[in-house]
């Protein structure tokens, strides 16, 4: 399964009531470190079967980064049933992000 663009329309269809932990990647395109982090991104959704990982643009997506207190980006949120279970903020290796889950 490859990383899901979604915007705050389909968020908490694609998030808060996914049955499955989710791996929500806020990012930028002009942001160099989110770019380096998007391989990894990549791997770990093809990777494992028991999450889903998505992409939020934080400029497209303003109330969803104000929403959950984006203020320094790649920032990796971990949801499960819902709710934030975990963050990881800056380029950090794959295994890191597994460990999320």
Do not use: H
Not at 53 to 61: G, H, N, R, T, Y
Not at 64 to 73: H, K, N, P
């Amino acid at each position: 399964m490859a990383v899901k663009e979604i915007t705050g329309a389909v968020f908490e269809q694609e998030v808060l009531n996914c049955d499955i932990p989710v791996i929500a990647d806020f990012y930028a395109n002009w942001c160099g470190p989110c770019k380096m982090l998007r391989p990894a991104l990549e791997e770990l959704s093809e990777e494992r079967t028991d999450c889903k990982v998505v992409s939020i643009d934080i400029d497209e997506e303003p109330e969803l980064a104000d929403r959950y207190g984006i203020s320094s980006i790649p920032c990796v949120i971990a949801f499960k049933d819902g709710e934030e279970a975990n963050r990881s903020i800056g380029l950090v290796p794959k295994d890191v992000l597994g460990d999320l889950i």
